[in-house]
């Protein structure tokens, strides 16, 4: 009877695995027939010698193993007759078509029988262990959707995943992933697909391996190409041939970008001006008309409002940049700061320095960094260049008040005449005063407090005559004072305006 194969493929293989049915078969054939179809090779006849020596023993002779060496019969000389020499015998192999009468008591049909039993079986067992009979079946299971995406992005290896429907292809794409240093993780297996399927799909590869990142994704016969390049004839000629011309039984989409070599500084531009929220950004190394190249840094300068606006920003520029090095040299402010930096009159800075001092230890901070309970001493360094006009000196702090430092309601005159006081050369001008130090009635001298931690700005403005009309209170708010100081800007008497930054901290 006809084996039970399964009635789909994943039957067949587990089929496989099961002895061939073998019941209803006469002794010594059953036997026979099981040994030849076993589903372990090991357990099957080896060899043909094995299968001649089951049948002369009837089926009841145990076969020898591989390891027992079995030595020839030994030829009995024939008897010579003085009256005739007999005829020379034919080799065994000689003359097949005249057998010789059976030794076996099972008669002479049996050996005849069993031999062609096992040319029978034997195809028949190829034809099980195959993994269908007669009929074209699929050789893997079959999957829905069929699909495969292959890969070249711009940050992560080249891969190739899904599924194929043969080993050549399989090992064809392993290989194209190892030349490109990427991986594979591919699955045989059959599907709705066109017969030149695996011949369509390495066709479109070779024509996409040329563009700086890429994707193939094919479900079934349907396959969509995604990438982009800075070769604007390659586009040409890929958007040419694709969508209507895809080779084969495939069809499907094509989406490809064309990027520049170079950036544009307009567009660096155009982004800095949307994210500047504590006055203007700038490039530093600005390329002009030309823009940047592929190797060329972007760098920014400039001051914002915090690390959350940089760090947008950065992304920002980095999106646009490609593969270029992004460098924001931005001095971080707050929101208070970045108001009145918004209001500040455009002058050029001019020689007037600011120097900060420890009141306790009086050494030198350069960096304008204090923690809690430390005592800022400020110095405004007046030029020996400059000898005439007047210096307001605010201090723009962290909570969104302006403190005025000169002049105030203690200290009314500040026109550098009288800050001079008849000396020559640069004058160290104190603003904030230690502590433990004499100083003059209506000056400030204050201390670190956890209070209001951060940046506080310290301005000082040269202007050729008083910068307001009226005295401002020592201490006001900075909307205030931003209103006050951009109507005076107008009258245009502000010559220079320098800054430096007080940080506190824990």
């Not at 006849?45 to 079995?70: H, K, N, P, R």
């Not at 699955?187 to 990142?213: C, H, K, M």
């Not at 002049?407 to 000396?423: A, I």
């Amino acid at each position: 009877k006809s084996p039970d194969v399964g009635a789909n493929p994943m039957e067949v293989v587990q089929k496989k695995n099961d002895p061939l049915d073998t019941s209803g078969v006469p002794e010594p054939l059953k036997s026979l027939l099981d040994r030849m179809t076993a589903p372990d090779p090991d357990a099957r006849f080896q060899s043909m010698d094995e299968v001649l020596t089951f049948l002369e023993s009837g089926g009841a002779e145990e076969v020898l193993s591989d390891a027992t060496i079995i030595a020839p019969p030994v030829k009995s000389e024939p008897e010579v007759k003085a009256e005739a020499p007999p005829p020379p015998t034919p080799p065994a192999a000689a003359k097949p078509s005249k057998p010789k009468t059976a030794k076996s008591s099972g008669g002479s049909g049996g050996l005849i029988a069993a031999v062609a039993a096992v040319v029978v079986i034997g195809a028949g067992a190829g034809a099980y262990f195959g993994g269908f009979i007669g009929g074209g079946g699929p050789e893997f299971p079959p999957v829905s959707p069929y699909s495969l995406v292959i890969a070249n992005s711009e940050n992560l290896p080249t891969s190739a995943s899904g599924f194929v429907p043969d080993p050549e292809m399989q090992n064809t794409l392993v290989g194209r992933m190892n030349d490109l240093g990427g991986t594979a993780d591919l699955t045989l297996a059959s599907g709705d697909i066109a017969p030149t399927w695996n011949v369509d799909v390495l066709s479109v590869l070779d024509d996409i391996e040329q563009l700086d990142d890429w994707q193939l994704s094919v479900t079934g016969n349907t396959a969509s190409i995604s990438g982009s390049t800075s070769d604007a004839s390659l586009l040409a000629s890929l958007t040419e041939k694709y969508p209507a011309n895809w080779p084969g039984g495939l069809s499907g989409t094509i989406d490809v970008a064309l990027t520049s070599l170079f950036l544009d500084a307009a567009e660096v531009d155009n982004l800095l001006a949307q994210y500047a929220d504590c006055g203007p950004l700038t490039q530093v190394n600005n390329p002009g008309a030309v823009g940047y190249g592929p190797d060329d840094p972007v760098l920014v300068s400039g001051t914002l409002a915090g690390e959350e606006t940089r760090d947008t920003l950065q992304d920002a520029l980095e999106d646009i940049a490609d593969d270029r090095f992004v460098v924001i040299n931005a001095t971080l402010l707050n929101p208070t700061l970045c108001l009145v930096e918004n209001y500040l009159p455009e002058a050029p800075s001019s020689d007037i320095q600011v120097e900060f001092k420890d009141g306790n230890s009086g050494q030198d901070v350069t960096s304008g960094d204090f923690k809690v309970g430390q005592n800022p001493v400020i110095d405004v360094i007046i030029p020996d260049s400059l000898t005439t006009g007047y210096i307001s000196v605010s201090v723009l702090d962290v909570s969104g008040n302006v403190f005025h430092l000169l002049p105030n309601v203690g200290r009314t005159d500040n026109s550098v005449e009288t800050l001079r006081d008849g000396q020559s050369g640069e004058v160290a001008l104190r603003v904030a005063y230690g502590l433990n130090e004499d100083r003059p009635e209506g000056s400030i001298a204050f201390s670190v407090d956890d209070s209001s931690l951060g940046k506080s700005k310290i301005l000082v403005i040269h202007s050729f005559a008083p910068l307001f009309r009226q005295m401002r209170p020592t201490t006001e708010s900075a909307v205030a004072y931003t209103e006050a100081l951009s109507a005076r800007a107008a009258d245009q008497m502000i010559e220079t305006l320098d800054s430096a930054i007080l940080t506190t901290s824990e």
